[in-house]
């Protein structure tokens, strides 16, 4: 006979001890006694033994060895060793006594817990042949709870090991109270699932006409796929709550007389001597499909259905009725669709019979092809209604693009009929490319063309879209080719709506990129849309187009001149430039655009509109009138949960129905970037105030009469005088006159200044804003700061140790916008942040300007940079630019020499160049 | 931490539950609970011949005076502090039910699965006192259940020092309705497991043999299963279980503990 090992389980866990023993002699080492529970002739007696009675640590290296001599010492190897491998995984947690003493504990899962039943069923005798205190019948401590208390003083004594730091509770071998951490401790519990929840699992019965049944059960909450019903528990408690920990029973009372109160349906549970299983009336299940289930949930009990029922049972789906596909033409977004609901299950409609099975039933679930279902009464109501009602095409189209129609009643699937599913399937496959029209002057970029292909289609189905590339990529560029593709295929005039700033711009671009198409302003007093041209392009402002709608809804009696009217026609394509501009839904701007009828629209901006929804839903409203709803429905179910919430499905819906609408490339794009050229120019031109006119026109007219009785060197001051006071009145009357201010709302440029930084701050780009003059820097400096804009100066009067610190900031990306004027423009200053340049005014001297373009664009400057040149309509700014890109073509040098050219012309040269037309 | 603390579990004659003293509290009022007011109302009964040493026994549990109380299977101790600089030793008795009375109580609380939940809940329903008394027993104890003693030169019954402990006994009454249980002689374990075992209907092998103990004699007649193979330990020690943040526990120093005792039975698994 070899040693006999016995564990003794302790208070706290790690005071646990191996006995070794051997009911037959003294054992090596022996240090105690110990009464054991021997086998004897009349049954078990105790006997009093000499034992080696250690603690865990010490007994460690005898029980590590697997192959003892003893089936006592083998089984508690085995148990110390699946223990360890218990406490390797990372298997324990604090926890503490009944006595409240803090203690480890190790954390078995199923398999562990199924391994212990295991070895507790294997366990000789001796293994646990110590008896519990008391006189009488020998009572030995029962395996399993042996074996779990084994585990527990590995994991309260391995972590014991060490000097105590901090939370000596758990760190030090002396017992404590875990009092200052229950709180903390019952969240543990809580956390890991030492505890256990209720579940009410409904049961179908056998026949359809039977009773439904709910059973208890209990489910491990660390492990949830551990799940007894309580007639197990009440039958074998120990079994179970070896299984669940001790505390099970207790929380399964809890929580059925926790349930009992929130719904008294249960109370019945609690009236006998134990609870299994209660018969469920119809009304029961009513509850549980409704409040009652939404109240046991927040009881933290579980409600499990046939699996049958959580599978989709029948539900509705709306669809749009109408005759076969007629073509293209046959969707309108003005149309308004028939509607209807269909019940399917399973992808099958439902038959008359089976809706009419639900319409009749009794009780919220029957069976219905072979399984049961839930009876969705308001899904029943929608089917029985024979009303057919209409929705917009918009919304029909949105419902499309998600599958998804919300109604009142929430989301419901969605089919398309084949006219829309034809739509649908059009839009998403538009082609993604279209020869470049021929008459176009210029050559489109790969992603240029790309645009193209995407605007004649999203226009050609009638349905047009927003591109919303990042300024410089050439959006006007786009909508010229745009018109010139359309223009073959005779869809007639296109309207061009945008700021005042930019009319001028148009009007040159369409004259570069399309030479000989007939654009017209349809701007000033003596506006006229007469004598139109199928492939006229006519330019106008949101100032006239508010001012028209006015004066159309002042007349609607007809009395207006229809020539004169925007909305009195249907314009092939209407674009509305800056779009977000006419933002607010409600602005008049907004209105009138909405008011114009055009076969397709398209919007432009540059400024990132996915970003802020309600600006989103103005732009595509208009564009795409009805495709996202009503703007107090877009705020409730996408704008507000997508802002606030971060709701992903509001946002995934948004996407579905926006992505074929909405045209966005940045600069930064992988694709684009490659195909864009590192430097870009562009004069915009831009138009004088009123003051700026007459300042000018006066100027020019007692100038000129002094040059005209002039000579000399006299003569050439006139002139440089002349040319220096209309340049400073271009650029901002204030400036002329030397006033400090008012600065916003008297100069052109400075509202061309405003635009662009909306879109390249908007962009979180960086640009460069040069002028001559520093007064006009400072006048731009006070204004941006009006604004809330941040900006850096430096000019020649700034010592060089704040120049370079001011640099440094821009560098770094603490301020966006860097002013400058010429005299900082010596050499040194590094610039690269920016990634656009803005000449307030013009050098006339492109040698200097091409030095200040640099200072942002250098070798290693990985990003393009665009160079906006503002130049005031029509003045001697406009004659100067266009004077000098003509001899920029012929050589540089030409006009190196600064502005005294200008004083050599002739009187009349002179008068051409600076009168205003 | 001043919340009685229940010590011992595995019997009646080791259950016990101490009520440290408690801070003096002017405001504090007793029988907070219909079985609590029970227990007060069994206690004036008594006091009938002596009224007055009530209102001073509950100043002197108001001031803090009674120390800490160890309760027992039909008793309470306490060492109450008087007008002499050595505190009185007080013993409230209750009169134990015998086994016999006891399998009654049980079988009458086992009737109704709803008697555990709401004595588990903190509560002494009515219905488990009108059931017991269906089975002829009181299970609140009535004045002639109650016997004091302290060490006080006071004749009267109680003097006021027995007087404090009962209500501080009261107090406990109130939060915990085992406690009434206790002082009857059986702790809530006792009492748990006996519900359990009645619940089994002795159907079940795992039910009659009780929860935590095998006669030695089954033990030594049952077969051994095979032993299992001990399961294979991990290839590397684990990340110990997340434990839940807390403003006042040192969660990280808990995890580091745990981490490195994973290291260690990895390493003694080799």
Known sequence: ?917 | MTGPRRRGTDGAATAEIVVPRQPPASRRRFGGTWWGRAWLAALEQQAALDPNRLPRGRTYARSGAVGDMLVRAGSAAARVRGSRPEPYRVVVRVARFGDEDWARVFGAMAGRLGHAAALLDGELPPDVVDDVARAGLSLLPGPRDITVDCTCPDRAVPCKHAAAVCYVLGDLMDTDPFAVLLLRGRGREDVLSALRTLRGNGSGPAAAAGPATVPAADAYARATAPLPRPLPPPAAPGTPVPLPPSDTVDVEALTALATAAAARAAALLG
Not at chain 1, 497 to 510: F, H, M, Q, V
Not at chain 1, 807 to 831: D, H, I, M, Y
């Open chain 1, 1 to 917: 006979m070899g040693v006999e090992v016995t564990f003794l389980a302790g208070g706290p866990a790690r005071t646990g001890r191996f006995a070794f023993w051997r009911a037959d002699g003294p054992v090596p080492g022996a240090n105690d006694e110990i009464v054991v529970a021997v086998p004897g002739a009349r049954g078990p007696r105790r006997r009093r033994v000499a034992a080696r009675v250690v603690g865990v640590p010490e007994a460690l290296p005898d029980l590590l060895d697997p192959d003892g001599d003893t089936a006592s010492h083998r089984a508690w190897s085995a148990a110390v060793l699946t223990g360890l491998g218990l406490v390797a995984r990372g298997r324990l947690a604090p926890g503490r006594t009944a006595g409240g003493v803090a203690a480890w504990r190790a954390l078995p899962e199923p398999a562990e817990a199924d391994w212990l039943r295991r070895c507790a069923a294997a366990m000789p005798p001796e293994a646990y042949a110590v008896p519990v205190a008391g006189a009488g019948r020998i009572l030995l401590p029962s395996p399993d709870t042996l074996l779990s208390a084994c585990w527990d003083a590995l994991a309260d004594t391995l972590t014991r090991t060490g000097e105590p730091h901090a939370a000596a509770e758990y760190a030090g071998i002396p017992v404590r109270s875990a009092d200052r951490y229950a709180g903390w401790l019952d969240t543990v519990d809580r956390e890991l699932g030492g505890r256990v929840r209720l579940v009410v699992r409904v049961l179908p019965p056998d026949e359809p006409d039977g009773p439904f049944a709910a059973v208890l059960a209990m489910r491990s909450a660390a492990d949830p796929s551990l799940l007894v019903e309580l007639a197990d528990l009440w039958r074998a408690p120990a079994e179970v709550l070896a299984r669940f920990g001790g505390d099970a029973e207790t929380d399964v009372l809890l929580a059925l007389r926790r349930a009992a109160r929130v719904w008294p349906a249960l109370a019945p549970a609690l009236a006998g001597t134990t609870a299994e299983s209660l018969p469920l009336s119809d009304d029961d299940l009513d509850a549980l499909l409704g409040d009652a289930g939404e109240a046991l949930a927040a009881a933290d009990v579980d409600l499990l259905w046939p699996a049958e029922l959580t599978e989709r049972g029948p539900r509705i789906v709306g669809t749009t009725r109408r005759p076969a596909a007629t073509g293209p033409a046959a969707f309108g977004l003005d149309d308004l669709l028939e509607f209807e609901w269909q019940g399917t299950m399973d992808g099958e409609s439902l038959t008359g019979d089976e809706v009419a099975a639900l319409a009749e039933a009794k009780r919220p679930l029957i069976r219905l092809r072979g399984r049961w279902v839930r009876v969705d009464r308001s899904m029943v109501a929608r089917l029985r209604a024979r009303r057919h009602r209409r929705i917009g095409a918009g919304e029909a189209l949105a419902a499309a693009l998600t599958g998804v129609l919300s109604t009142e009643d929430g989301a419901v699937d969605f089919r398309a009929d084949p006219v829309l599913a034809d739509l649908v399937e059009r839009i998403a496959s538009l082609p993604t490319d279209v020869a470049t029209p021929p008459d176009l002057a210029a050559t489109l970029r790969p992603y240029q063309r790309r645009g193209l292909a995407w605007l004649a289609g999203m226009a050609g189905t009638g349905l047009g879209g927003c591109l919303a590339d990042d300024m410089g990529l050439g959006k006007t560029l786009q909508v010229i080719a745009l018109h010139l593709h359309r223009r073959t295929l005779h869809c007639g005039p296109t309207l061009v709506c945008c700021p005042t700033s930019l009319l001028g711009n148009w009007e040159r671009e369409i004259q570069r990129f399309a030479p000989g198409t007939p654009v017209r302003r349809f701007h000033g007093t003596a506006r006229d849309l007469g004598d139109l041209a199928e492939d006229e392009i006519v330019l106008a402002t949101y100032g006239v187009l508010r001012a028209d709608g006015a004066r159309s809804a002042a007349s609607a009696d007809g009395s207006a001149p229809a020539g004169r009217s925007l909305a009195a026609r249907r314009w092939g394509l209407m674009v509305a430039d800056e779009a977000q501009y006419a933002k607010n839904p409600l602005s008049r701007t907004a209105k009138a655009l909405r008011s114009v009828p055009a076969v397709a629209r398209v919007a432009l901006t540059g400024t990132p509109v996915e970003n802020r929804l309600t600006d989103l839903w103005s732009i595509v409203d208009w564009t795409t009138p009805g495709l996202l709803g009503t703007l107090e429905s877009f705020r409730h179910k996408v704008a507000i949960p997508i802002e606030r919430y971060g709701n992903a499905d509001a946002t995934a819906r948004l996407a579905a129905v926006t992505r074929p609408f909405l045209l966005r490339r940045r600069k930064t794009d992988p694709g684009i970037a490659p195909e864009l050229p590192p430097k870009t120019e562009t004069d915009q031109l831009v138009p004088l105030t009123a003051e700026q006119v007459t300042l000018y026109e006066a100027v020019v007219r007692d100038t000129m009469a002094e040059i005209e009785t002039a000579q000399g060197i006299a003569r050439r001051g006139l002139v440089l005088k002349l040319l220096t006071a209309l340049k400073q009145i271009c650029n901002h009357p204030a400036q002329y006159l030397g006033e400090p201010g008012p600065v916003a709302g008297r100069s052109g440029k400075v509202a061309a200044v405003d635009e662009l930084l909306d879109v390249i701050l908007a962009e979180g780009d960086s640009v460069l804003l040069f002028s001559q003059y520093v007064a006009m820097c400072r006048l731009l400096e006070r204004h941006l700061a009006d604004r809330g804009v941040p900006t850096l100066l430096v000019h020649g009067g700034v010592p060089v140790r704040q120049r370079e610190e001011r640099v440094r900031r821009f560098q770094a990306g603490e301020v966006p916008v860097f002013l400058l004027s010429l005299k900082a423009a010596g050499t040194g200053l590094n610039l690269t942040r920016a990634s656009h340049v803005v000449h307030v005014d013009r050098w006339w001297n492109p040698a200097v300007e091409d030095q200040a373009t640099d200072r942002a664009y250098r070798i290693g400057q990985d990003r393009a940079v665009q160079v906006h040149r503002l130049v005031t309509e029509n003045t001697v700014e406009d004659r100067v630019a266009k004077l000098i890109a003509d001899k920029r073509k012929l050589a540089d040098a030409v006009v190196g020499g600064g502005e005294t050219w200008l004083a050599d012309l002739s009187d009349a040269e002179l008068a051409d160049l600076v009168a205003l037309t």
